[in-house]
């Protein structure tokens, strides 16, 4: 079960991040320290973490969203302390990149759990679906 705050300070937000081009970069073998990095640069934006997880051209993170914060804000220091971290820690053939922009959906209390299971299961998920369908159910589900 995920932790459930009764804080009025913060919101659930589900991001998506997605690679540039779609390119495969993030490799089963660096995902987990990438995953790490992204945790606690979310934390130095205030977030409270809980679930990562994606495949490898994109990424789900579900966390406590600070009202005091534009989302837009936490994506785009996501976005460029991982890309110059990833860059300076991995080679893969060429340079990493996040596609231009991001997705983020708020999460009501009552369907945290739904989500948490939904960004554990993205590798089971993606065997069926392309990223691209997938966002854009999320988008349809979510009124977007």
Request: hydrophobic letters at 40%.
């Amino acid at each position: 079960m995920v932790f459930m705050s009764h804080s009025y300070s913060n919101v659930w937000i589900h991001m998506i991040l997605v690679t540039k081009f779609r390119k495969p970069f993030i490799k089963h073998w660096l995902e987990a320290d990438f995953h790490d990095f992204l945790k606690k640069e979310l934390l130095k934006c205030g977030g409270n973490f809980i679930v990562i997880n994606g495949t490898e051209n994109h990424i789900h993170i579900l966390y406590h969203h600070p009202i005091t914060l534009s989302i837009s804000h936490v994506a785009k220091q996501l976005k460029g302390s991982s890309s110059r971290w990833f860059n300076l820690h991995f080679e893969v053939g060429e340079k990493f990149q996040w596609q231009v922009g991001f997705s983020a959906f708020s999460v009501s209390q009552s369907q945290t759990d739904r989500v948490y299971h939904y960004i554990i299961n993205q590798k089971s998920i993606h065997l069926r679906r392309e990223v691209e369908k997938e966002i854009e159910a999320l988008r349809r589900l979510n009124g977007c």
